[in-house]
């Protein structure tokens, strides 16, 4: 996801954490990263919900 | 072998079944070789001699009586410093925690001592396991018993070097995205990730409990397993750990399905794509029947699985990110203000796209083959000083490239089993994963074991720990 330093520092501070802007860059950059990750989650059923992923294990414990 | 330190845990443990081997000799060799080399690798962060060396004599003694508590009872293991033992210091490798005594013993820590294993000190790690490469700014970086120049990965970095260097003969470690299997691939090591909900987490540092897992490291798949069924099965005081026998890894390998990806691994270096060829050739000659797998969305999977990380270690590390931020390294920082500007929707997104991962995993690649076969890391240990991003802008690439081909598989539950699948021209271990369905470590250890016991690169000691 991109979100400019700026806003970064803004959201932490929301939250009564500081960032320098050197270190809101680097979080800036991290964020980034992540974008592979919207590539599965955009094909999300409304349905799905967290609990299907711990049934499956359960299911599979019992195999 | 004349230095019993040499001995593999297994090999250890039945020369004291047969008496002809002390506990005492076996913490007095551990402690020879921590004083010749520990110090050089910075692989440990506080040593007990005292403790080591009283608990081996109550051991032998126990042995002498026909009273051993277990077949590993008087063997010396370490552990990173992160499983909490009740009143004593506990630093999970931070400065924040630097004189913090634990008011619990960690499940695993106390499921070792009751079967009379011996801990001989506490072992090097990432700051609070927040970091794939060995590098703590606090402690400094620990070192490769392979080359000294090198990284160990981490952040089980000291359980790595330690196990390695055969300064214990086995070690626990944590592994949220790739923090057992990293390390036990650059130090030439077998590493286990359990299925998320294996093994109890209870007392030990969180860091992301969607994604936290405990396991060994250890000289061999053998080793791996003796730890692994020792720590494993059920605990009122985890309700995530699963109620199910201890796994097998006993039979023989004829017959079972073996698929390499197809995808998903393209960054691998050409030597580490050579060492995952010829591991499939040896299975294949072993009776495995060795296929091309398509895979799913690995790049994209991985980050779902660093969404997850970064929210949660974010929240866990919210009061001391407003109260004591100068006690945080620059980088573990950095990495933990991450998680403050995710959106409340894309963490959640990320765990409910979790079930239809493994589903999809389940069924496209585990309908058609028993184990993945893939690479641990792209590339082997890197330099120490190429690796020393601390918290600038290069971070999420470097340390990206530790965990990519793991952290999967912390998101989609999997037990992940690393093991030590040749060197390179220029003397550094290569390591493979192999990956199979929730609850089948079993099945992984019986292709680890076969593999082992024909490869025979365990055999194979660092130059300064011979």
């Not at chain 2, 001989?120 to 396991?129: D, V």
């Not at chain 2, 399905?257 to 691994?265: D, E, H, I, N, Y």
Request: with cysteine.
């Amino acid at each position: 996801m991109d979100i400019d330093p700026e806003t970064i520092r803004k959201v932490a501070q929301a939250q009564g954490i500081l960032l320098g802007s050197e270190e809101a860059g680097t979080v800036s950059a991290s964020l980034a990263s992540l974008a592979p990750a919207r590539r599965l989650a955009e094909r999300l059923s409304f349905e799905a919900e967290p609990a299907t992923f711990h049934a499956i294990l359960a299911r599979e414990g019992r195999r | 072998v004349s230095d019993p330190a040499l001995l593999t845990l297994a090999e250890a443990a039945r020369r004291l079944e047969a008496r002809t081997l002390t506990s005492a000799e076996l913490v007095e060799a551990c402690l020879d070789r921590i004083a010749a080399i520990a110090l050089g690798l910075n692989a440990f962060i506080a040593v007990e001699e005292e403790e080591a060396r009283a608990a081996a004599a109550a051991s032998d003694a126990r042995r002498r009586s026909g009273r051993a508590l277990s077949p590993l009872d008087g063997i010396p293991l370490a552990h990173k410093d992160m499983f909490y033992r009740r009143d004593h210091i506990v630093t999970c490798g931070s400065a924040l925690r630097r004189d913090w005594r634990a008011g619990t013993t960690a499940t695993v820590l106390a499921r070792l001592e009751a079967m009379g294993t011996i801990q001989l000190g506490t072992l090097h790690m990432a700051e609070f396991a927040f970091g794939p490469t060995g590098h703590n700014a606090h402690l400094g970086p620990c070192r490769n018993p392979w080359d000294r120049e090198r990284i160990t990965g981490g952040s089980s970095s000291g359980s790595a070097a330690a196990v390695a260097a055969r300064l214990a003969f086995g070690a626990l470690g944590s592994d949220t995205g790739g923090s057992i299997r990293t390390p036990s691939h650059f130090c030439g090591l077998a590493g286990m990730k359990p299925t998320w909900g294996r093994v109890s987490r209870a007392g030990a540092m969180p860091l992301s409990p969607s994604l936290d897992t405990i396991g060994p490291l250890a000289r061999t798949v053998e080793d791996a397993e003796l730890l692994l069924k020792a720590i494993c099965g059920p605990d009122p005081e985890d309700p995530t750990a699963a109620d199910l026998p201890a796994p097998d890894g006993g039979g023989p390998i004829a017959g079972l399905r073996v698929g390499l990806p197809a995808s998903g691994f393209e960054d691998a270096d050409a030597e580490t794509v050579q060492a995952m060829e010829a591991m499939a050739r040896v299975l294949e000659r072993l009776g495995a029947v060795v296929s091309t797998i398509g895979m799913p969305d690995i790049a994209g999977i991985s980050m779902l699985a660093n969404t997850v990380l970064f929210a949660e270690a974010a929240s866990h590390h919210g009061t001391w990110l407003r109260e004591r931020p100068q006690d945080y390294t620059p980088q573990v920082r950095a990495r933990l203000s991450t998680g403050l500007a995710i959106p409340a929707p894309a963490y959640i997104d990320a765990l409910r796209a979790r079930g239809p991962a493994l589903a999809s995993m389940l069924d496209g690649v585990f309908g058609r083959v028993d184990a993945l076969l893939c690479p641990t890391v792209a590339v082997p240990a890197p330099h120490i000083d190429r690796t020393d991003v601390a918290g600038s802008v290069r971070m999420a690439g470097v340390l990206g490239l530790m965990t990519q081909y793991t952290r999967p598989f912390n998101y989609l539950g999997l037990p992940a089993l690393s093991v030590p699948a040749g060197f390179t021209a220029d003397g550094l271990p290569v390591g493979m994963q192999l990956v199979g369905r929730p609850f089948a470590e079993g099945l992984l250890l019986r292709l680890g074991r076969a593999y082992e016991r024909e490869a025979r690169w365990h055999e194979h000691v660092p130059p300064e720990a011979r």
